[in-house]
Nanobody, 119 residues
Framework: QVQVVESGGGNVQPGGSLRLSCTASGITFNIYTMNWYRQAPGGQRELVAFITSGGNTNYIDPVKGRFTISRDNAKNTVNLQMNSLTPEDTAVYYC?????????????WGQGTQVTVSS
């Protein structure tokens, strides 16, 4: 059974930092691209950052230079370090494990963790 579990959300003041973690079990973690999405109140879910199986990373423009995604294949974990947070970062953050093979796509989601940036 595949499980994807996020942790590390919470309340933080503007300018503060949070570190989100996600652990995925039941999959061959090191072949999956790991993604962090977020969904703000009333908004659509958007991809924030991803890290490929080879360690390549990419970020959406609003978080470049502030967020860092990393993975530890030995621990089946992906992290999102978030610095210089602003109220616009307030959202539910979701971890996603994705892999596409000739036989099909494999797409697993966590339950989400709330991040609230407010003074």
């Amino acid at each position: 059974q595949v499980q994807v579990v996020e942790s590390g959300g919470g309340n933080v003041q503007p300018g503060g930092s949070l570190r989100l973690s996600c652990t995925a079990s039941g999959i061959t973690f090191n072949i999956y691209t790991m993604n962090w999405y977020r969904q703000a109140p009333g908004g659509q879910r958007e991809l924030v950052a991803f890290i490929t199986s080879g360690g390549n990373t990419n970020y959406i423009d609003p978080v470049k230079g502030r967020f860092t995604i990393s993975r530890d294949n030995a621990k089946n974990t992906v992290n999102l370090q978030m610095n210089s947070l602003t109220p616009e970062d307030t959202a539910v953050y979701y971890c996603n494990a994705y892999n596409r093979r000739p036989v099909g796509e494999y797409d697993y989601w966590g339950q989400g963790t709330q991040v609230t940036v407010s003074s």
